[in-house]
């Protein structure tokens, strides 16, 4: 493929939106979720997220990242005041959905209710599941992390609640993220499902890779 | 779809491999790249990252997380010691060979040379690109951000060089990364390649949203 060479100076010179578009591709395909949160008064949020990542998995600790305030990010103020937040993983069914909790809606305002999606309250936790999501997540926040490069800021939680269909985890403790439809996005606005290559073995300097499937 | 419920207490008493398989699973789709780095002896060094994630467009950042030391990982100290790395994606005639560097070889040895991934200087970047990958990106070591709730390393770049098909460059600033066959990974060890199922236009609150397609 022929490529096209772009520098430091380059992106700088590039018109913003495009630059926005083109960096955050550079990044390949992310994870994508829904962040469910609520606050004291009992008002539910719930915002996208592609910038979730696994930190470590004793305790098993996830990572996402807030663009700078302001304007008010209602999510972070949420976590920060109840402590307790959900992470619900997006499918095809309701991927759009998904996409529209981005849009600037007032604090007032539940993007539950607008986006038709259902918050599901259980087992005494106090934020908000999605309903129409199959694998959810139940996390307590753990750590702020200033990012001074660019002023945004980092939240760290542990998984503390786990809901995942029966059927996708194998006994190896592995999920059959496919089979839950859970899917990809690209970008700030491309989205994708998959099609597994392969699982390979664990990888040792004198053992040839083989397939796990 | 019927969930099981897995709670914290259960978590905690997961056997170790398995709880590893399973927490890493939970972070969705996840980006996957090769991170290149050479010493100031010019010792290569390259290896398989799924954490990384993007921090902002202006400037251009990127981030991803080491696991805590001992033992040493050869690409952490390569990065401080020059500043300069590479992260290239990972398509599907190469995941393999990707895969096969998490082995732990010994310092010494390049993991381009046990791979047969070839390595790939240009335009005065002092760290090595993998020339089999479609789109390669040269970055700047910015930040070195220390996570105290597992002792891991996070370390923030700035992309400073980008090559990508000139074919997979829309005018929107937004790559087609299935055009430039980058593949993404879940768990541990499954890889999967993608099918778009749409770009959809930015969210207003009160405006239906679109294809872009």
Do not use: W
Request: net charge negative.
């Amino acid at each position: 493929m022929t490529k096209i060479h772009i520098t430091k100076i380059q992106i700088e010179q590039i018109e913003k939106q495009k630059r926005v578009h083109l960096i955050n591709s550079l990044c390949g395909f992310k994870s994508v979720t829904l962040v469910g949160t609520v606050d004291m008064k009992g008002n539910e949020n719930l915002a996208i997220f592609s910038s979730l990542f696994h930190i470590g998995a004793n305790p098993p600790l996830i990572g996402f990242v807030f663009r700078p305030s302001p304007p008010e990010r209602d999510s972070l103020r949420n976590i920060l005041e109840t402590r307790f937040y959900t992470i619900n993983h997006i499918n095809e069914s309701i991927y759009k959905q998904a996409h529209q909790t981005s849009a600037r809606y007032d604090p007032s305002i539940s993007e539950f209710d607008v986006t038709n999606l259902k918050s599901e309250y259980k087992n005494d936790f106090i934020a908000p599941y999605v309903s129409e999501s199959n694998i959810q997540l139940g996390i307590e926040f753990k750590e702020k992390v200033p990012i001074s490069a660019n002023n945004t800021i980092m939240i760290i939680g542990e998984i503390v609640q786990i809901y995942v269909p029966e059927n996708c985890l194998h006994d190896d403790g592995f999920i059959d993220l496919e089979k839950a439809n859970t899917i990809t996005c690209s970008g700030l606005d491309s989205y994708h499902k998959t099609i597994q290559l392969d699982r390979l073995s664990y990888a040792k300097p004198d053992k040839e890779i083989t397939s796990l499937l």
